[in-house]
Structures are given as structure tokens and as C-alpha cells.
């Protein structure tokens, strides 16, 4: 059974970082990609970033240029490093991966709470 655990969450003062980390287990070595989502209170759940086994890469608009992804792919750890932060990123953040289909989303992590305090 697939398990994802974000972990690496926390407050942080505007302008701070944050590093978070995503543990997968159960999860097929050839899955498609792995991302990170986040959701605000009263706002609907928006994808953050993507990595996908081939190597590529995409980020939303909003956080491009400020966070990182990156996959530790012998440890199956997926990681999103958050740089800039600024108040408009406080979300619940949740860890997300596909099957061996590249089409969509297939598990999900718990959500770890980010705060972003300015």
C-alpha cells in the first residue's frame, strides 16, 4: 500500500525558508511524477511543482524562481525546498504522486501546515 508523510513543516518569518520532505513507501520505482500541492483556508487546492522520472520539471507561476524540487529517488524522498517566503504562501502543503500513468494524481500525503508570518 502506497504511504506518503510530509514532514519539514513549520512557521517561519517572511523572507525565511523552509525545507520540506515527503517520504513514499509502497510507491512503484517507474511511477510517472511526484508533486507538491497546497491548500489555504477557504481557497481551493493549487498545484505547486512537479518532477517526473524523465527529469522534467514544471512550477507554478506563483512560486517559480523561489522553491526547488528535488527527488532522492534511492531513498524515494521527494523534497521541496521554499525560499522568499512571503505570507501568501501559508498553506496546508501536501506531498502528491502519480502511477505509472502520467495523466493525474493517484495518492496522497496527509498535508503539513506552512505559516508564513510578515
Known amino acids: 500500500q502506497v504511504q506518503l508523510v510530509e514532514s519539514g513543516g513549520g512557521s517561519v518569518q517572511a523572507g525565511g525558508s523552509l525545507r520540506l520532505s515527503c517520504a513514499a513507501s509502497g510507491l512503484s520505482s517507474s511511477n510517472c511524477f511526484m508533486a507538491w500541492f497546497r491548500q489555504a483556508p477557504e481557497k481551493e487546492r493549487e498545484w505547486v511543482a512537479t518532477?517526473?522520472?524523465?527529469?522534467?520539471?514544471k512550477y507554478s507561476d506563483s512560486v517559480k524562481g523561489r522553491f526547488t524540487i528535488s527527488q532522492d529517488t534511492a531513498k524515494n524522498i521527494l523534497n521541496l525546498q521554499m525560499n522568499a517566503l512571503t505570507p501568501d504562501d501559508t498553506a496546508m502543503y501536501y506531498c502528491?504522486?502519480?502511477?505509472?500513468?502520467?495523466?493525474?494524481?493517484?495518492?496522497w500525503g496527509q498535508g503539513i501546515q506552512v505559516t508564513v508570518s510578515s
Open positions: 502528491a504522486a502519480s502511477g505509472l500513468s502520467c495523466v493525474g494524481v493517484s495518492y
Open positions: 518532477i517526473r522520472r524523465d527529469g522534467i520539471i
